[in-house]
């Protein structure tokens, strides 16, 4: 068992009964969290899209519309997967007093973490396989190399699962949720080539908007989904495991203190 001053988690699979726990009482509401997760993506990319669509017409060779599915996909899973390693998982550490009732288990707090994480994951790739399809069907998305965008979506929802992790370890209610989305996803989702590609923005600003694990994730989503090849893979795929496994790493360290004091 890992000790509170131990800096690195020990994974193992007993993370996966809470992983299956949380599916299990999310199923009871599937149909309202699936809605309101899909929802507001649909509204971005039908209404952002045929509305600059027409004053756009193209952005990087391609109509605008396959431009933003791309980027709507892969932000979709980044808000899917934070709400829930916030919200929710804030909910059963802290109010519901779910995971101190795991520690009776023979589960530790690296198990849990991870669960969290890996269920967080889960819920962004219900999301951004949700837009994907739509985005098919209205046809945004060209070839059969769109199907490498699903093992992706499961990278980018452990990135953000893990980040949103660190912020739900530190926080000391929910009211603390709301810098986190106004000063660190709000921009990220404006500055990562979600709606305007980077080469728009100021030199300084687009070197740090490549700093960013969303604008990194897009660069490898939108070549899959609009039939080019990606460039820089590993580069890429090396800045979104590195903040997912950095963060993930804190944030067991985090709670590891957190909930024995």
Same mark, same amino acid.
């Given at each position: 068992?890992?000790?509170?001053?131990?800096?690195?988690?020990?994974?193992?699979?007993?993370?996966?009964?809470?992983?299956?726990?949380?599916?299990?009482?999310?199923?009871?509401?599937?149909?309202?969290?699936?809605?309101?997760?899909?929802?507001?993506?649909?509204?971005?990319?039908?209404?952002?899209?045929?509305?600059?669509?027409?004053?756009?017409?193209?952005?990087?060779?391609?109509?605008?519309?396959?431009?933003?599915?791309?980027? %709507?996909?892969?932000?979709?899973?980044?808000?899917?997967?934070?709400?829930?390693?916030?919200?929710?998982?804030?909910?059963?550490?802290?109010?519901?007093?779910?995971?101190?009732?795991?520690?009776?288990?023979?589960?530790?707090?690296?198990?849990?973490?991870?669960?969290? /994480?890996?269920?967080?994951?889960?819920?962004?790739?219900?999301?951004?396989?949700? /837009?994907?399809?739509?985005?098919?069907?209205?046809?945004?998305?060209?070839?059969?190399?769109?199907?490498?965008?699903?093992?992706?979506?499961?990278? %980018?929802?452990?990135?953000?699962?893990?980040?949103?992790?660190?912020?739900?370890?530190?926080?000391?209610?929910?009211?603390?949720?709301?810098?986190?989305?106004?000063?660190?996803?709000?921009?990220?989702?404006?500055?990562?080539?979600?709606?305007?590609?980077?080469?728009?923005?100021?030199?300084?600003?687009?070197? %740090?908007?490549?700093?960013?694990?969303?604008?990194?994730?897009?660069? %490898?989503?939108?070549?899959?989904?609009?039939?080019?090849?990606?460039?820089?893979?590993?580069?890429?795929?090396?800045?979104?495991?590195?903040?997912?496994?950095?963060?993930?790493?804190?944030?067991?360290?985090?709670?590891?203190?957190?909930?024995?004091?």
């Amino acid at each position: 068992m890992a000790r509170p001053e131990q800096l690195l988690p020990v994974p193992s699979l007993r993370f996966i009964p809470v992983w299956r726990r949380n599916l299990r009482v999310w199923r009871k509401l599937m149909v309202p969290s699936v809605l309101g997760n899909f929802g507001e993506p649909l509204l971005y990319l039908f209404v952002f899209g045929y509305g600059f669509g027409r004053l756009v017409g193209e952005v990087e060779s391609m109509p605008y519309m396959d431009f933003l599915a791309s980027g %709507i996909v892969c932000s979709s899973i980044m808000l899917t997967s934070s709400f829930e390693a916030l919200y929710s998982a804030f909910t059963r550490m802290h109010e519901q007093q779910t995971w101190t009732n795991m520690l009776n288990a023979p589960l530790n707090v690296d198990d849990i973490v991870l669960g969290e /994480i890996a269920f967080a994951a889960t819920k962004g790739v219900f999301s951004g396989v949700a /837009i994907l399809v739509v985005a098919s069907i209205a046809g945004f998305v060209t070839g059969p190399a769109a199907l490498w965008v699903l093992p992706m979506m499961l990278l %980018i929802g452990f990135c953000f699962g893990s980040l949103a992790m660190v912020v739900t370890a530190i926080a000391p209610g929910y009211d603390f949720f709301l810098y986190y989305f106004t000063l660190i996803l709000t921009p990220m989702l404006l500055l990562s080539g979600v709606f305007f590609p980077l080469s728009e923005l100021p030199a300084v600003v687009a070197g %740090i908007a490549h700093l960013l694990p969303l604008a990194n994730a897009v660069a %490898i989503v939108r070549p899959l989904m609009t039939g080019t090849v990606p460039t820089d893979v590993f580069l890429h795929l090396s800045v979104v495991i590195a903040y997912g496994v950095a963060a993930w790493v804190f944030a067991t360290y985090r709670l590891r203190r957190r909930l024995a004091s």
